[in-house]
């Protein structure tokens, strides 16, 4: 049987270390959270947010706008929380509904308080720092879920540099960031996409896998290979509340070397992040 790799366990050894540097502060860092709409995965994703942030004595304000908010309403919002000078953090909980362009919404967030790293600008930075694995420079923000992953991989001691890493999802938000920063990190990085053909073939190749599809089962006993390290970045809400990874965990935990579980994979260490981001 594969190896847990609990996100859990990861984001308690990190909590400690926030908890002493908000001590430090001397005052309370203050992430602000705007939800637009009422999801359900919404609503839990930030009841998450707000949980861990004053587990470490840290505040979340929560701004919660209705789905039918115009972007203008939206931008201007943001725009009073960048300005707001006792606000260090700034996040916009996704998806958004359809009719905000979700690009032009984070572009509006100052990249210097875009915790969630997703401005063009902390983007840029990250590429930007790519050549022979060097570190991000110190003023770039790493996309909280790629942090998630790495800081997984990292605590279990699973080399990167050297190894094939295949990421199955391109988005610019999540499977984007996630292959940049294992690239920066020295892997050998293919992407794959709803258009890649034979998915299997080349998931196969993979030392370390990693899922970000939002495709529940999308990751089969026929896609992974004996020894390989499965990071499953996948969290679809079912009808009941319940949350899906993109990995047929049951029947690849029983082939691969080591495998992140859904939920208490990627996801409590996403939410770790933004806080490692917003101090
Ligand atoms: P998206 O829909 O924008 O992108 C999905 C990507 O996966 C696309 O590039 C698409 O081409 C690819 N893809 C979809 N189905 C595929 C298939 N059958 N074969 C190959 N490629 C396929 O979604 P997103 O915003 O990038 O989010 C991806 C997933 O990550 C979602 O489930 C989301 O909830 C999850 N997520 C998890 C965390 C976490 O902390 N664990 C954080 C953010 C997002």
Known sequence: MALN?????????FKGELIERVKKLGGQPVLAV???????????FVSQKVKFGE?????????????????AELQNQ????NQDSSVRGIIVQLPLPPHLDVFDVIETIDPKKDVDGLTAINLKKLWTNLP?????????IIPATACGVLSILDFYKIPIEGKRAVVVGRSNLVGGPIALTLLGRGATITICHRKTLNLAEVTKGAEILVSAAGH???????????GQTVIDVG?????????????????????VGAITPVPGGVGPMTVCSLFLNLL
């Open 216 to 226: 529940p089962g999308l990751i089969t006993k026929n896609h992974v290979s004996p």
């Open 132 to 140: 022979a694995g060097r570190q991000v420079r110190g003023d770039a």
């Open 78 to 81: 943001i725009l009073k929380l």
């Open 5 to 13: 790799l609990d996100g859990r366990v990861v984001r308690d050894r």
């Open 34 to 44: 705007i939800q637009v709409g009422s999801l359900a995965a919404s609503s839990l």
């Open 235 to 255: 969290l679809t809400p079912g009808l009941d509340g319940a949350l899906f990874g993109d990995v047929a965990h049951a029947e690849v935990a029983k082939i």
């Open 55 to 71: 587990a470490i004595g840290g505040k979340v304000n929560l701004i919660n706008l209705s789905a039918q908010v115009t972007f």
